[in-house]
């Protein structure tokens, strides 16, 4: 049963209509902000690491699934892979605040302007220097880039060619993508967000950037499978790949609240200076933010999807989905904005609608990725496994 | 207290879950069935309700972590306060360790005693055993007849299990080991 979505001319107008009501904020934002300047790149840097991490979240979840050989996901398997499409978007993204960085557009990153006797900075410049910072980035993208891309090939490859040989080949490249992704997960959070801040360091940082990462994709691979249903699309997914994806988002929620919880707890017990100078600015000028980045990725979904019946229920899994989505959000905003804004920062027009025009981005890349193939890869050799999923209670 | 039961032994889950189907429609009372390992399914064959140890769990969880929090606040505060690298005596982020520890060990033992009480299993328990080929091979749905052990009924009943596919059918009492 090939299945096709259609892009129709409704959801072109509205992912467009973001993306304009994103170009509207960042015009307008140049009218109304004396700081404008800092303000955009600071939250353009926010949004595309956020968003890139969404759609790197995509391939991660192809990869890990192919690697555990398990078959539930090959029925939505689709969408992920739609997601992944939007790499090349974030990374070209990600490739002008590199040129920014080069041509002086921005001060995002206060060590690419040291000050002669910062001595902390003068010894991590082995490491923290432009061109070595510029080489790194550009190996992450093209790597990830280049992983989705042979994933979603060989995946769409078997759409029209029922042989076991595509199946175990993407096994072999996942498996690459895993070891390439466990260290450029890390390295890109300290390069892109940990250096924003290049005078604090935390060990802890690369996996808490990485379990954000899971959560907030999960998220949305949630939001755009209910979607799709709603649509009309899909009818094959029912409450047992649901429930799945309820529990990777119950479970990385807890994950992330264990990793920031454990890179807080040690810093506040340790109260050395300079590792406290991450959290001070926080708790001083984004107390509130603070708590109720703790409250909505934590307490929150902690609470909604305790229960079986709940990740059973699509609009309680589509609610709780909305707030991690906004309150992974809140958690790139309170890594980028104290070391890049200060207290200048704010939440106003501008960011939410810089976000809504990074959401219109996303829709339409992912939407166009949808039209490129069936919603179903049904020459997978799990296919029929996942069409009939059910558990027995 | 040994009861008699009328058995229905099968040698397979398949078989055993496509018996369990026909007892119901014909109206059999089952009053246990004694499988080898778990047969998934069966207990929606059986009619059977989600188990509420998991509402135990939560119970369990809820009171580790408040006690560890109250169990903390009071001996830092007002047992024994401590001046530890300047921190403030209600030190809430040092207390989240222990109160996630004593949650989980909670909610673990308020689920395992739930279902061993429940389950009437534990040091010196007395467990009536049926046949010990239950825990080999065989699968066995035990009718009761204590009410209705008329000869009639008996041979009503085994004549129905015979239908439903049984491989071997029997009388017994169990035993206490």
């Known amino acids: ?393 | 207290m040994n009861t008699p039961y009328i058995s229905a032994w099968f040698d397979d889950d398949e078989k055993l879950l496509s018996g369990l189907k026909v007892f119901k429609e014909k109206g059999i009372k089952i009053a246990d069935v004694l499988t080898p390992f778990p047969v998934h399914g069966i207990d929606k064959v059986l009619g059977y309700r989600r188990s509420w140890i998991a509402r135990v769990g939560f119970i369990g969880g809820v009171l580790g972590a408040a006690s560890a929090l109250v169990f903390q606040a009071w001996v830092f505060t007002k047992s024994y306060p401590l001046n530890i690298g300047g921190k403030p005596f209600f030190a809430l982020p040092s207390f989240i360790p222990v109160t996630f520890e004593l949650t989980v060990l909670f909610a673990a033992f308020a689920m395992v005693f739930a279902f061993l009480i429940r389950s009437k299993l534990g040091p010196g328990a007395k467990t009536e055993i049926y046949d010990e080929r239950i825990t080999d091979d065989r699968f066995v749905v035990l009718v009761d007849i204590n009410e209705n052990h008329s000869e009639e009924n008996i041979k009503k009943i085994s004549a129905q299990m015979a239908e439903a596919g049984a491989m071997d059918i029997k009388i017994k009492l169990t035993e206490n080991k």
């Open chain 1, 1 to 393: 049963m090939e299945e096709k979505f259609i892009f129709s001319g409704k959801y072109k107008f509205v992912s467009l209509l973001l993306i304009l009501t994103g170009l509207i904020a960042v015009v307008a934002g140049f009218f109304v902000y004396h700081d404008h300047g800092s303000r955009f790149w600071a939250n353009f840097l926010m949004n595309t690491t956020y968003f890139n991490a969404i759609a790197l979240c995509g391939v991660v979840f192809i990869a890990v699934h192919m690697l555990g050989n398990s078959g539930w996901q090959v029925s939505i398997q689709r969408v992920p892979e739609a997601m992944s499409m939007f790499l090349p978007v974030s990374g070209f993204l990600m490739l002008v605040i590199l040129a920014g960085l080069w041509f002086n557009f921005h001060h995002l990153y206060h060590w690419a302007h040291p000050d002669p006797h910062d001595t902390i900075l003068e010894l991590k410049k082995g490491y923290l220097n432009i061109p070595f910072f510029s080489i790194r980035t550009i190996i992450y993208i093209a790597g990830w880039i280049i992983f989705a891309r042979i994933l979603r090939k060989i995946s769409v490859l078997q759409d029209n060619n029922n042989d076991l040989k595509y199946f175990k080949k993407s096994t072999v490249y996942a498996a690459l993508f895993i070891v390439f992704f466990a260290i450029t997960s890390s390295t890109s959070a300290w390069d892109w967000l940990m250096s924003i801040d290049a005078h604090w360091y935390s060990t802890m940082y690369g996996w808490y950037i990485f379990s954000g990462l899971f959560v907030s994709g999960t998220a949305v691979i949630i939001l755009l499978v209910l979607f799709l249903k709603g649509a009309g699309y899909m009818k094959h997914v029912n409450k047992e790949h649901l429930h799945d994806l309820g529990k990777y988002l119950f479970g990385f929620s807890i994950f992330w609240t264990y990793l920031w919880f454990s890179q807080y707890l040690l810093i506040w017990y340790g109260n050395i200076p300079e590792e406290t100078a991450y959290y001070v600015p926080r708790l001083d000028e984004y107390r509130n933010l603070f708590f109720i980045n703790l409250g909505v990725n934590f307490i929150f979904p902690f609470l909604a999807l305790m229960t079986r019946n709940s990740k059973r229920q699509p609009w309680i899994l589509a609610m709780v989905s909305v707030v991690a989505f906004i309150g992974h959000w809140i958690d790139y905003y309170l890594i980028v904005m104290p070391g890049t804004m200060g207290a200048e920062a704010g939440i106003g027009f501008f960011e939410i609608g810089m976000t809504l025009g990074y959401i219109g981005m996303f829709l339409f890349v992912v939407f166009w990725g949808l039209t490129k193939a069936s919603l179903v890869p049904e020459n997978h050799p799990y296919y029929k496994e996942s069409m009939e999923y059910h558990t027995q209670y």
